[in-house]
């Protein structure tokens, strides 16, 4: 069992930056993919960002891909997800999301992640 929490989620100008965190509790948070996925209102949940268990591998979302960076410190039990360069179509709620996986593959369907955190808005204005 993993509990997420994010944190980091605010207002922000147009072409400002935020830095989200997700905390894991739990056991083995080394053994889990992590992924962040976002949900604007009156649309489905889409999927950002994802990192594999050592952080060797990556992957992204074309429309976020060359702005946001994901990282992880498996010391800290925590994935970080950097948005620079940020518009207003960014705007969302953002989940961190896990699934036990020793793989480099990533998938970024939210079927394939086991644990999900509540959530953390993130409002960028024109």
């Known amino acids: 069992q993993v ?8 207002l922000v100008q147009a072409g400002g930056s935020l830095r989200l965190s997700c905390a894991a ?4 948070f080394s053994s889990y993919a992590m992924g962040w996925f976002r949900q604007a209102p009156g649309k489905e949940r889409e999927f950002v960002a ?3 268990w050592s952080g060797g591998s990556t992957t992204y979302a074309d429309s976020v891909k060359g702005r946001f960076t ?3 410190d498996n010391a800290k039990n925590t994935v970080y997800l950097q948005m620079n360069s940020l518009k207003p179509e960014d705007t969302a709620v953002y989940y961190c999301a896990a699934r036990e996986s020793r793989s480099i593959v ?3 369907s939210p079927s394939w992640y086991t644990y999900w955190g509540q959530g953390t808005q993130v409002t960028v204005s024109s």
């Open 3 to 10: 509990q997420l929490v994010e944190s980091g989620g605010g």
């Open 25 to 28: 509790s739990g056991r083995a």
């Open 50 to 52: 994802a990192i594999s």
């Open 70 to 72: 994901i990282s992880r």
């Open 106 to 108: 990533l998938l970024t």
